[in-house]
Every structure is written in C-alpha cells, then in structure tokens.
C-alpha cells in the first residue's frame, strides 16, 4: 500500500511511495506526530540521480524488517533536496561541522523540535569498513531517545547553538577591485592543473563558473594566462569521458584527475552552465570545438531533458538496466571492443576504437571504456568519423535508458533559458532561441503567482508546493535578462524587475546588505540558510548580485545597482583566499568594474537586416556583463531605447558606461571595437 508520499510531485519522493516506511513528506504535521508519540524523526535527504540513495534505498528502505522498526519508534522524513534545499542547506551544515563531512543520502536524526542530535550519510544494511548497519545506529539512536533523553537534549541544544554563533563574516559592503581580482586569478593559478586542464586533483569537477570569470577577466584586461586556462580546460573535458562523445553533454564530474571516467548521472545545471561558457569561449576566440560543445550540449538539452510543458527536467540517472536486469552505473555509455565489433563490423570498430580510445583493458569496469577523443597524430577521415558515430548512437538508443526526474526546477530553468538564448543567437539557431522562450512561458505560467512570487518546482505542469529561495529568484531573473537582450521583447525585462523587487524587499538584510536564501516570510527552519560560495550552482548571492547588477544597467535604478555593489561585498573578502569557490560571485565582480556597457540598438525594425547585424555585433561583443537593447526607434520597449534616434536614417548603436556615452555608430566593425577593447 503506497505512503503519504503518493500524492507529492517530486519524482525521488514518489520513488519511496511504495516502501514498506510510512514516510511522511516535510511537514509540520510530521513533526507534530513526533511531539504526540514522542518519537525522534528520522530525516533522509537525498535527490532522484543520487547513486547511493538508490543503493540505500533498496538495502534498507524496500527491507521489511527495517521498515518495521523505523515505523514503531521513529517519524521518518524524506526530502528530496532539490525541492527542500533550504532544509538540506541547514542540517548539511550540522552534518559538516560535526563529522567533517557530507554528501547524499544524508541521515539526519532530529528532535520534534527539529533539532539535530546525531547525523550520517549513507549507512550499510551489515557492518563494513569500519561503519556500524544502518540497523545498529537505529537502535543506538532508540536506546538514546529512551534512556538518555537529558543527554540528547543537550546535544541537540548545543548543535542549534553552534549553527546560530556562524554568522557570515562576509568583508563588509564595499565591492571588490582591481588588486582583490588579480589576487582571485593569482590563486586559480596556484591550484590549477597545467597537464590536465582544470583545478585540484580527484575527484574534478566541471569549473563552469570560474572558467566564466577567467574570460571576462581576459575580456577586460588581456590577461593572457586567463585565457589559456580557460582554452585548455574546456579542451581537456571536450575530449575526456565526462563529455558524452556521442550524444552531447556533460556528466556530473570526473572521478579522476583526467576527466577519464565520470559519474554518469547528467544534470541540467551543470550543461546550461557549460553550454553558455563554451558559447562565450567561441565568442573570445572561435574555436570550432567550443562551437561543437555548445550547440551539441545545447541540443542535448532540448532533445533529452524538455518536457511537454516545454521546461526543462533536473537530471538523468547514472544507473540504467544493462541489459540483465541489474541497473549499473555508466551502462547507458560505455563500450566494449565485442559491442563496437556488434555495431560496426571489424574494420569501423577498430577505426572507432582508435578514434574514441577504447581498449581490451578498458577504462571504466569489467573491460569497458568510456568514450573519450584522445589527442592522436593520425588524421580521421571526416565522413567516416560521422558514420561511425551517427550508428553507435542508434546502437546505444537501443540500451535501456536511464531514468529521467521529471521535476522542473525554476533556477535550473533560469540557467538552460540564458544558455539556449544566447547560443541560439550567436549560431544563427532560432530553435534554440524559441526552446528558451519555451521555458520562460513554463516559469512565468505555473511557477508565478498573481505577486510575481516564485514557486522553487512543477511537474507536469503542476506547480509543488514549496516557496522558491534566493538561486530561483536570480537565476530566473538572470534568464530573462538575456532574452530580452536576444528577442529584443521589453516583457522579460519586466518579469526580471517582478523577480529582483521580490529580492529587495524579502531576502536582502537592511542593515549589512547581506543576502539570505530563504525569504524573510519563508517557513522557519532551526535558522535562515545563508550561503555565499559558489559549488555546483552559482550561489542564490552571486545569482542574485548579477541579476540586480545587469537590471540596474538596463534601467538606470539606483537601487538595485546599490544591492549589487553591497552584496559584492561578499567576494572582495573570499575572491582571494578561496576563488575556486566564488567563480560566479567574480564574474559578477568583473561585470561591475567593466561598467557594465550598456548598448542600445536602434533600427526601422526588428526585421531590418542592418538592424540585424547591429544587433548580432552587440551581443557578441565580450565586454563582461554588457546588457543590450534592441528595438525601433522611439520604441518604449527598453528603457536604454529612449531618445536613440537614427542616425541619418539609418540603424545605429548606442554604447554608455559610467554615465558616459559613445558617439553612436551606424557601423558594425566600430561597434566591435567598442564591445572588445
């Protein structure tokens, strides 16, 4: 018989419907029910991608015996992190400060209150490795709860004490400058890695946010070293197993330092990030391979992971069927030299084999590769190269495919809608620029209410019901931004403002200028997540400052730019001693010192085709952060639009910075200049 789980929209929380625990969704009723049985809550977070929550799940979840002793002396939780991330956000910290540690499955044992008191990840269903079964921390946790309720009521008192003394000390309100900027790249270059690509050692991570701020570093200094960093990272991953050679795309992160083999689960954060760094990576210097990556990633999107609703689901599995019934990890991707053979006859699979580096070793397990593009002397013959991949892809179509979570995310969708509207711009693709306004539509239509309030996911078209925090507000904000820029339509400049007045009046602290995650009328959780770093997704302040940063310069508010600068602030004091974990928050920094430009193109129409090439100029151009309006003269779409005139009757471009303007110009290579230099 399903649990109350049956009725949520969250993919991972309807994979738990049919466990033999009577879980409960987050809810005050839960903890209500803990108060009046006296019962600890037993919290598990964990997303639907998560290999281990998977594993978790089905050794100790789907077990009947566990479930009877969960269900007689605990209230147990699930939470699917991607839903929650302010309750994941709040009790990850206690787990880190009190084991070192964290990751998914997380489990967390909490009072009714809420307060945590003992905490762990992922526990076997037996003792291994030096770690207690999950069974045996039960009942140590019961014993606890039953004999030594004093003790567990100071620990947990003492743990919500700590969480509250670590208070952000965040460098004040003042903006950083030139010399905490070259410190920032000074630091990159210290932990990057020269024979690989990228930064620290295993395992690696795709460093999108970073690689953002290296090229509008080099965009607005020459630093050379910058630019290379950036060049030979995305080359190194282009040609690695974290790149799907086949199908397009990026996995999670790499477990080794070379970018050999991956964990395979997809997510859509990480290829709207990518997608639109290896757009603008083409845009400073174009490369065909940054070209590829980014309209190949940005296909990849749209064919795999948009919904009839026309968003864009969170994730792809790592797991999938392969072919015997077991669900294994990579199995969807990787080859064997037999399985090329199957596919292509000897000679093909030997070419294949060369050309992707499979070998009878392997480099994954059980003597299968994953795919990569090693660099070769030898030179491939085009045409057979695309045959060769176009029917291992029909072959591999033919695998049972991981499973997809549905659950479209409203800041995931932000990051996919800025990716596909400035990819599909710069590359002449209209398909890509209407998938964009696709998922604007999603978010403006099911995700706003009638107050411009965000809600954080849907599914099916079915809005959940969890209030959305900071990311989801500056990401989508950020989205919009850059198709008003692309379609030349005023409207998402106006849905922006909607987001950012939100960001304003709800999640800024008055006084320090701080930003929080949750708003100041969200639910009250043990305490109000707070988190500036950058990790897998630009942090909700870096998402944010950006947003209001690239608002303030379309529209001249004062305001919002003032926000931008305070919540700066932030990276001025991590820029130098942690860059690789504020890339997003430098970036936005470089934005700031640049101006950022603000570029009005002026024409009889949209249609014009010299207005076209104005138009395409401008978003080309690479100075950071540059916002562009485009639309007829005397048009009222755009703030930037007011008194722009023609220019003897022809199209022109207007570009302003710092209160100061350029003559305008009617020619498309001195606009380039203007946008470069």
Known sequence: MPNRLAHETSPYLLQHAD??????????????????SDRPVLLSVGYSSCHWCHVMAHESFEDEATADFLNAHFVNVKVDREERPDVDAVYMEAVQAATGQGGWPMTVFLTPEAEPFYF????????RHGMPSFRQVLEGVRSAWTDRRDEVAEVAGKIVRDLAGREISYGGTEAPGEQELAQALLGLTREYDPQRGGFGGAPKFPPSMVIEF?????????AEGALQMAQDTCERMARGGIYDQLGGGFARYSVDRDWVVPHFEKML???????????HLWRATGSDLARRVALETADFMVRELRTE?????????????????????GAYYVWTPGQLREALGDDDAELAARYFGVTEEGT?????????LPQRDEVFEAGRIASVRQRL?????SRPAPGRDDKVVAAWNGLAIAALAETGAYFDRPDLVEAAVGAADLLVRVHF??????????KDGRAGANAAVLEDYGDVAEGFLALASVTGEGVWLDFAGFLLDHVLARFVDEESGALYDTAADAERLIRRPQDPTDNAVPSGWSAAAGALLGYAAHTGSEPHRRAAQRALGVVKALGPRVPRFIGWGLAVAEALLDGPREVAVVGPSLSDEATKTLHRTALLGTAPGAVVAVGAAESDEFPLLADRPLQQGEPAAYVCRNFTCDAPTTDPERLREALSS
Request: aromatic share 10%.
């Open 19 to 36: 466990n033999p625990v009577d879980w409960w969704p987050w809810s005050e009723e839960a903890f209500e029910e803990a108060r009046r």
């Open 120 to 127: 762990g990840t992922y526990f076997p269903p037996a003792p």
């Open 214 to 222: 290296l090229l509008r570093h080099h965009a607005r200094t020459g």
């Open 269 to 279: 954060y990480d290829n709207a990030l990518l997608c639109r760094v290896y757009a």
């Open 309 to 329: 609703q026309g968003g864009f689901a969170s994730a792809l599995d790592a797991d999938s069927d392969d072919g015997t019934g077991r669900h294994v990890e």
């Open 364 to 372: 994954f397990e059980e003597g299968a590769s994953v795919l990569q």
């Open 393 to 397: 892809l029909e072959r591999r179509a």
């Open 449 to 458: 209410d009638d107050q411009a309030r965000l809600t954080r996911t849907s």
